[in-house]
């Protein structure tokens, strides 16, 4: 087994637009992307689905209840994750506090989260990993429903999302994501020890992209992840999320030979949750740049 510690570089939300599923999929071929998350119910990933299949990539459910675009399944199958019109709250924040007060049905989750996997299953594809739109499988709930898509469909590696901040929100997120890395260890779930794009989610310019690939090898971790959110610029669907990323920017980053240059400079071999299964590394609960957990629209990122 090679000495080299394992950088995975996912992108998240595959499948959200034409745009941001073009970038993800030219920065595998061209820059450092190795893996991502897709997001079933969002309008492009039927069109992409193959061409997600044939490349190559680490694959993993983006799964959802959180956003702009609809369930799999009816309004009418799962009630208490929708509002009058069908439609999931847009943030986390709506559905924490939902959570929070009892109002989830803990079956509506596994009935939405199994037919999301199902699309995915359908399309072809293996997955490597598990991981949810706006982080919500921090929250216990979202998580024990996650540990049984990944027991049912045999997945053996979860993203644990960290934050390095001190607001109200990062000190949450790195209360979770401490019991998450404690309870997926015991399901048996992999995870880097080590990983940042929650506090930067949607920002990781070129610039910011090298200084976070410098201090996740600061660490010496022997596996770390770096999420981001590229999308190419022109891209009119994308109007409709209105999250202030700079998809463009992260997309340049990623196929930067600078950027590829950092990763080389850091001692770390690319590659993809797969990879990290493989090496049966347990799920590190510790602080650092493994401290923490990922953000979205103002805290919990997509």
């Known amino acids: 087994m090679t000495s080299e510690p394992l950088l995975i570089v996912n992108c998240d ?5 034409p745009g941001v599923c073009e970038a993800i999929l030219r920065s595998h071929e061209k820059g450092v992307a190795t893996s991502t998350s897709a997001l079933v119910n969002a309008p492009a990933f039927s069109a992409y689905a193959e ?10 459910a983006h799964l959802c209840v ?35 007060t009892g109002r989830i049905d803990p079956a509506d989750l596994r009935a939405e989260f199994a037919a999301q996997l199902e699309v995915m299953l359908a399309a072809g594809l293996t997955l490597t990993h598990i991981d949810s739109h706006q982080n919500l499988h921090l929250w216990p709930e979202v998580s024990t429903a996650l540990f049984e898509c990944a027991e ?4 053996g590696a979860l993203r644990l999302t960290r934050s390095k901040g001190w607001s109200p929100t990062s000190l949450g997120v790195r209360t979770l994501s401490a019991l998450l890395a ?6 048996g779930l992999v995870s880097p020890e080590a990983s940042l794009g929650l506090d930067e989610a949607g920002h990781l310019h070129r610039g910011a992209m090298i200084a976070a690939i ?7 971790p022997a596996t770390a992840e770096l999420a981001t959110h590229p999308g190419l610029s022109e891209d009119p669907e994308r109007a409709r999320y209105e999250w ?3 998809w463009a920017e992260e ?9 590829s240059e950092a990763v080389q400079r850091a001692g770390f071999r690319l590659g993809n949750f797969a990879d990290l299964v493989a090496m049966q590394l347990p799920v590190n609960a510790g602080d650092g740049l493994g401290r923490g957990a990922e953000g979205e629209r103002g805290a919990i990122s997509s």
């Open 152 to 155: 049912l469909h045999d997945i």
């Open 182 to 187: 404690k309870r997926s260890h015991r399901a």
């Open 13 to 17: 939300d595959f499948g959200l637009t």
């Open 251 to 259: 997309f340049a980053a990623l196929c930067h030979p600078a950027v």
């Open 51 to 60: 061409a997600l299949v044939s490349s190559g990539m680490g694959v993993g």
């Open 66 to 100: 959180v956003g702009e675009d609809p369930p799999i399944l009816s309004a009418q199958e799962v009630p208490s994750l929708v509002d009058a019109q069908g439609r999931f709250p847009l943030s986390w924040k709506t559905f924490m506090i939902r959570a929070a």
């Open 244 to 246: 202030g990323y700079e």
């Open 214 to 220: 410098a201090r996740l090898g600061s660490t010496s």
